[in-house]
Structure formats: structure tokens, C-alpha cells
């Protein structure tokens, strides 16, 4: 027998019928133990996720409007959910408890995280599984950094108690015990933290989709499924927007070597998306194509920087740096040549400052030349088999000269895991449709 943590997102613990699917689930395996759960989630279209109700309650405490009503609406949902499913667990003494609580104006982490344990106190009576608080065993220091091992060793030492749980995700609490969440989505983490401190053999990640898609669907028709991802690729990808898991729950799983498994609760029979160590055996004998995913997003600035001798000079790069920490910009990618260097920066971070950016750059670096080229979208071709198979940039380039992309910048990382393409923003489906259709067929 092996442990297996189970976290269950807010789309299927979001009534009564969802539930019953999440329980079915649970009870086929008898190695899911150790259970995480979201807030109830949207239940159709148009609906309103628990933790938006919460957040709004704070909203109205805060500018002194009434907010019973929303909290009423809150409460009857897990009402509904207690009756419907004849589970007897007292949510009226909760209730009680956090009414007593909204009157003094708490904190919003305090309110929003209520919506994780009244869900974890209801499905664990459901279950039959004991409920264990999050509060006291996810442990952030006063400025709210969370604290890894302090909280590893708070989990082990609790869940060591118990044979079968059901906790809260989403929060614990900073020294002074008041209550921390992580940012929105953060369940992802709780899960991962569990997994990563009883040493599960998976962290189940259940959602509402199958895993991830090799693209966007929303741009190619029909991508295919990755059925396994090693931790990097999946960290290349969802930096460059592919999101179905939080990011920083990666990372807890990846430093146990726990494997993630992305599940959908309404397709169980689904094996859903594997993600691990690059060494793991299930990696190793996964077939895999040379591509793993396709991710980009849309605008970008490249701000490309021209000076005569530049390779000789010492400390350019250095006062690049410079600007960019004097503006607060981060950039997004450094790509070098031998006289020249270009910044690509997210015009979001840029805001309406590229003139004073760019003017601080003339000043302080006194390049030949500056080139400004914007509205661009960077496009990530990501695989860890790219590496050691000759050919694969000539395909990529190939396919986009075909489809007519012209391509304003590439950059490569050493690792080679990861090809990066920026081309104007009108293109950016084009050039997606087009790197999929040259690596999709392959097995
Ligand atoms: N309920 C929280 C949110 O909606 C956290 C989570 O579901 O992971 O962001």
C-alpha cells in the first residue's frame, strides 16, 4: 500500500453532485488518504465562486455596508450540501463562530480562508476522515514568507496521528497566529506541501480538465494531451501562460521528487497529466515527442541596444540592469550579440514609461544605436528531448518561414530545453498553429 494525497479544486467540490463524484473518486483507492480541498467553486456559468462572496463580505465590512446577506448566501450553499448529502457535522455552531468573528472586522486572509475550512469540516464528515487544520501546520513568518521546513516538519509530526485526513488549502497562519493565505489558486501549494512532507508516492491534483494540452485549444483545434511533463518543462510553460496548476506548487513536489498527476473529477477513467523529475521512471519510459508544449503570450518591447566594441566594455549589462531596477521593469529575456544587447521587457511592467526607459538607456549606456521594436509576443517551444535531437530548430523555423511568420528574435537557452521565438503580435496564433502542426504528429 502506498499514500497518495488528493487535492480537489473548487470546480469539484462545488455542490452536492460534485461531491458525491469527489467521494467515489476517494473511495476506489484506498491509498488517497490524505485529502485537500478548495472552496466550493462555480457550479455553472455566471455563478459566483465561495471565496469572491468572502472577499466581498470583507469589501462591504470594510466601507460599513451590510454584509449578512452575503454571508447568508454563503452559508446556505454548505447548508444545502449538509442536508442534501445527510451529513451531520453542526455548520451552525461555524457559522456562529465566524459571524461572532465578522463583527470585529478581520482580516480579508482571515474571511476568504474560511470558505477552505468549512469545506474541509463538511467533506470530512462526508468522508468519514478525521478533519485537520491547516492553521497552525502552513507556517509563514511575520512578513508572510512561508516557511518550508518549519512547515514540513509541523505536517509530518501531524499527519503522523492520523491514519486518514481532510484539510483545509489555501492558508495558515504567520506567528502572531492570525490567519495567511497564499495568493489565489494556492490550494495547489497546500496539496503539494502535504505530499512533499509524508513523502507520497503522487500528489493527485483533481480538476475540471484532463491535464495539459500540448496548446492552447483556444488557438489550435483539438491539441493533443501531454501524458507526461518533467517538473522544468512544466515550469518553462506555465511561465509563458499555459496555467492549470498554481506555479509555486511545483516546487514542493519537485524537491520531494513527488510526482503530480492532474486529474479530472468529471472524467475519472482519464489518466490525466504526469509530472516528474526528468530521472523518474515513469518519465524515462514515457514515449514522448520531441515537443512537449507550446505557450507564448502577447505583449512584449525589445529594446535592442547597439555600441561599437561592446564586448569589450565591462559593466554594460551591469548598468542595463541599472535602469531596469531604477524603473522597477524586470526583463523577461537578455538575448546578447557581439556589439549588441536587447532587452525584452512586458508592457505591462513597461506602463506608458518606454520614452523615459529608453531615454535613461541613451544616457547612461550611450549606445551607437537603438532599435525599438514593440507589440511583440514570445512564443515558447519547450521539450526536454529537443536537446539531443539534431534538427529540431530547422523544423520550428521552417514551419514559421512557411507560415509566413517573420521571426524578430530567438533565443535559446544553454540547456536547449526551450527555444524562444518573438514575432509581432499579429502573428502569434499564426506561428503557435504552426509549430504545433510541425511536432504534433510525431509519437
Ligand atoms: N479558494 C481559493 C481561490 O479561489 C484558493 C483555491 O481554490 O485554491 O483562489
Given at each position: 500500500m502506498g499514500i497518495k494525497v488528493a487535492k480537489f479544486g473548487g470546480s469539484s467540490v462545488a455542490d452536492g453532485i460534485q461531491l458525491t463524484k469527489t467521494k467515489q473518486i476517494i473511495e476506489q483507492?484506498?491509498?488517497?488518504k490524505y485529502i485537500v480541498v478548495s472552496a466550493p467553486g462555480k457550479r455553472f456559468d455566471g455563478d459566483s465562486k465561495i471565496t469572491d462572496l468572502l472577499y466581498l463580505c470583507k469589501t462591504h465590512i470594510d466601507h460599513n455596508l451590510p454584509y449578512d446577506q452575503i454571508f447568508q448566501v454563503v452559508a446556505d450553499r454548505y447548508m444545502a450540501v449538509e442536508v442534501n448529502l445527510g451529513?451531520?457535522?453542526?455548520l451552525l455552531k461555524h457559522f456562529d463562530e465566524i459571524k461572532a468573528e465578522l463583527k470585529r472586522n478581520p482580516s480579508a486572509d482571515y474571511i476568504a480562508s474560511r470558505g477552505e475550512f468549512l469545506n474541509a469540516v463538511l467533506i470530512a464528515g462526508f468522508l468519514g476522515y478525521d478533519f485537520v487544520d491547516t492553521a497552525n501546520l502552513i507556517k509563514f513568518d511575520?512578513?508572510?514568507?512561508?516557511l518550508v521546513e518549519e512547515t514540513d516538519e509541523a505536517l509530518r509530526t501531524e499527519l503522523a496521528k492520523h491514519e486518514r485526513a481532510v484539510l483545509p488549502g489555501f492558508y495558515g497562519s504567520t506567528p502572531d497566529g492570525n490567519i495567511k493565505t497564499f495568493s489565489r489558486g494556492g490550494s495547489d501549494i497546500t496539496g503539494a506541501l502535504v505530499a512533499r512532507a509524508i513523502n507520497a508516492d503522487v500528489y493527485e491534483n483533481w480538476t475540471d480538465v484532463s491535464g495539459f494540452l500540448m496548446a492552447d485549444p483556444r488557438i489550435v483545434k483539438n491539441p493533443k494531451q501531454i501524458e507526461t511533463i518533467s517538473y522544468k518543462e512544466l515550469r518553462e510553460l506555465s511561465y509563458m501562460g499555459a496555467s492549470?496548476?498554481?506555479?509555486?506548487?511545483i516546487y514542493p513536489a519537485r524537491m520531494a521528487n513527488v510526482p503530480i498527476n492532474i486529474r479530472n473529477t468529471n472524467k475519472p477513467e482519464d489518466n490525466g497529466t504526469l509530472i516528474t523529475g526528468e530521472d523518474h521512471p515513469a518519465f524515462l519510459k514515457a514515449k514522448g515527442r520531441t515537443v512537449t508544449g507550446i505557450a507564448g503570450s502577447k505583449d512584449f518591447t525589445v529594446v535592442a541596444l547597439y555600441k561599437n566594441m561592446m564586448s569589450s566594455e565591462r559593466g554594460f549589462v551591469r548598468r542595463i540592469l541599472g535602469v531596469l531596477d531604477d524603473y522597477g521593469v524586470g526583463f523577461e529575456h537578455l538575448p546578447s550579440g557581439i556589439d549588441t544587447v536587447s532587452v525584452v521587457m512586458s508592457n505591462k511592467d513597461i506602463g506608458d514609461r518606454l520614452d523615459e526607459i529608453v531615454d535613461a538607456f541613451r544616457t547612461r549606456l550611450q549606445p551607437d544605436n537603438i532599435d525599438i521594436i514593440e507589440d511583440i509576443a514570445l512564443i515558447a517551444t519547450v521539450?526536454?528531448?529537443?536537446?539531443?535531437?539534431?534538427g529540431v530548430a530547422a523544423r520550428l523555423f521552417t514551419a514559421l518561414g512557411d507560415a509566413e511568420v517573420n521571426i524578430r528574435m530567438i533565443d535559446q537557452g544553454s540547456s536547449e530545453m526551450n527555444i524562444i521565438v518573438g514575432v509581432e503580435n499579429k502573428d502569434f496564433q499564426k506561428a503557435i498553429r504552426a509549430i504545433y502542426d510541425a511536432f504534433c504528429e510525431e509519437e
Amino acid at each position: 500500500m502506498g499514500i497518495k494525497v488528493a487535492k480537489f479544486g473548487g470546480s469539484s467540490v462545488a455542490d452536492g453532485i460534485q461531491l458525491t463524484k469527489t467521494k467515489q473518486i476517494i473511495e476506489q483507492d484506498p491509498d488517497r488518504k490524505y485529502i485537500v480541498v478548495s472552496a466550493p467553486g462555480k457550479r455553472f456559468d455566471g455563478d459566483s465562486k465561495i471565496t469572491d462572496l468572502l472577499y466581498l463580505c470583507k469589501t462591504h465590512i470594510d466601507h460599513n455596508l451590510p454584509y449578512d446577506q452575503i454571508f447568508q448566501v454563503v452559508a446556505d450553499r454548505y447548508m444545502a450540501v449538509e442536508v442534501n448529502l445527510g451529513i451531520d457535522v453542526d455548520l451552525l455552531k461555524h457559522f456562529d463562530e465566524i459571524k461572532a468573528e465578522l463583527k470585529r472586522n478581520p482580516s480579508a486572509d482571515y474571511i476568504a480562508s474560511r470558505g477552505e475550512f468549512l469545506n474541509a469540516v463538511l467533506i470530512a464528515g462526508f468522508l468519514g476522515y478525521d478533519f485537520v487544520d491547516t492553521a497552525n501546520l502552513i507556517k509563514f513568518d511575520a512578513k508572510g514568507k512561508l516557511l518550508v521546513e518549519e512547515t514540513d516538519e509541523a505536517l509530518r509530526t501531524e499527519l503522523a496521528k492520523h491514519e486518514r485526513a481532510v484539510l483545509p488549502g489555501f492558508y495558515g497562519s504567520t506567528p502572531d497566529g492570525n490567519i495567511k493565505t497564499f495568493s489565489r489558486g494556492g490550494s495547489d501549494i497546500t496539496g503539494a506541501l502535504v505530499a512533499r512532507a509524508i513523502n507520497a508516492d503522487v500528489y493527485e491534483n483533481w480538476t475540471d480538465v484532463s491535464g495539459f494540452l500540448m496548446a492552447d485549444p483556444r488557438i489550435v483545434k483539438n491539441p493533443k494531451q501531454i501524458e507526461t511533463i518533467s517538473y522544468k518543462e512544466l515550469r518553462e510553460l506555465s511561465y509563458m501562460g499555459a496555467s492549470v496548476l498554481h506555479d509555486e506548487a511545483i516546487y514542493p513536489a519537485r524537491m520531494a521528487n513527488v510526482p503530480i498527476n492532474i486529474r479530472n473529477t468529471n472524467k475519472p477513467e482519464d489518466n490525466g497529466t504526469l509530472i516528474t523529475g526528468e530521472d523518474h521512471p515513469a518519465f524515462l519510459k514515457a514515449k514522448g515527442r520531441t515537443v512537449t508544449g507550446i505557450a507564448g503570450s502577447k505583449d512584449f518591447t525589445v529594446v535592442a541596444l547597439y555600441k561599437n566594441m561592446m564586448s569589450s566594455e565591462r559593466g554594460f549589462v551591469r548598468r542595463i540592469l541599472g535602469v531596469l531596477d531604477d524603473y522597477g521593469v524586470g526583463f523577461e529575456h537578455l538575448p546578447s550579440g557581439i556589439d549588441t544587447v536587447s532587452v525584452v521587457m512586458s508592457n505591462k511592467d513597461i506602463g506608458d514609461r518606454l520614452d523615459e526607459i529608453v531615454d535613461a538607456f541613451r544616457t547612461r549606456l550611450q549606445p551607437d544605436n537603438i532599435d525599438i521594436i514593440e507589440d511583440i509576443a514570445l512564443i515558447a517551444t519547450v521539450g526536454h528531448r529537443m536537446s539531443y535531437r539534431p534538427g529540431v530548430a530547422a523544423r520550428l523555423f521552417t514551419a514559421l518561414g512557411d507560415a509566413e511568420v517573420n521571426i524578430r528574435m530567438i533565443d535559446q537557452g544553454s540547456s536547449e530545453m526551450n527555444i524562444i521565438v518573438g514575432v509581432e503580435n499579429k502573428d502569434f496564433q499564426k506561428a503557435i498553429r504552426a509549430i504545433y502542426d510541425a511536432f504534433c504528429e510525431e509519437e
